[in-house]
């Protein structure tokens, strides 16, 4: 638990094998500084996402973006989260909405569509690591709620909430949502992922 005052909180990655230190370090927190995210590295982080791949280079991605700076538009944003996410992602400075377009231009089904968007939302949060920015991706918000204050039109699926921006304070948290923040990051091992030849049947190269 943490003592000292103003205490940030950092999460490296314990890997068995080495990956980038952008990667090890990525964490989700739920304690934001309220020190605005810069406009050139906003940019830029939407800019890394422009450049995912995607399937028939359909670029399904949307982002609807609301800064502290614009607060009615903060508010906006803020109130189609859930409740339990309100609380702290009110002190976050960026609140972003990810939209998947389902179609093609032809009105053919792009079954990748959340799949590209899933590898545009990574692209997001590695650029955002290379600015010490960091970034929460939320289920928790209200999906209907956002498609009707923001006329969302049909084919297009709100996915995912993100709150962005600077590391905060452990102590600006309430403390069931600083239990839930001190928890150890845990991720199933490879042999429980990695398969060969037939289903389950675990990788020879990472046994």
């Known amino acids: 638990m943490a003592t000292p005052a103003e205490t940030r909180l950092y999460k490296p990655a314990e890997t068995p094998y080495p990956i980038l230190d952008l990667i090890r370090n990525r964490f989700s927190p739920r304690a934001f500084d ?15 996402a422009r450049w995912t791949a995607s399937a028939m280079n359909a ?28 609380k702290w ?13 389902e179609e093609h231009d032809g009105g053919q ?12 939302l990574a692209y997001i949060s590695v650029q955002a690591m290379v600015f010490d920015i960091y970034l929460r ?24 909430a993100l709150a962005l921006g600077y590391l905060g304070t452990l102590e600006q948290l309430e403390e069931s949502v600083l239990v839930r923040e001190q ?25």
């Open 109 to 120: 089904v792009n079954r990748y569509a959340d799949h590209d968007t899933g590898q545009a």
């Open 59 to 86: 670029q399904p991605w949307r982002f609807i973006v609301a800064t502290r700076d614009n607060e009615p538009e903060f508010q906006k944003m803020l109130s189609i989260l859930k409740e339990g996410n309100q």
């Open 183 to 207: 928890r150890p990051r845990t991720r199933k091992p490879l042999t429980e992922l990695v398969f060969s030849d037939d289903w389950e049947n675990t990788a020879s190269f990472v046994e």
């Open 34 to 48: 309220s020190r605005p995210v810069e406009k050139d590295k906003l940019v830029t982080i939407l800019e890394a």
């Open 137 to 160: 991706m939320m289920g928790g918000f209200y999906p209907d709620k956002a498609r009707e204050i923001y006329s969302i039109p049909e084919g297009y699926t709100p996915l995912t």
């Open 89 to 101: 992602a009110k002190d976050a400075p960026v609140l972003i909405l990810a939209v998947t377009r």
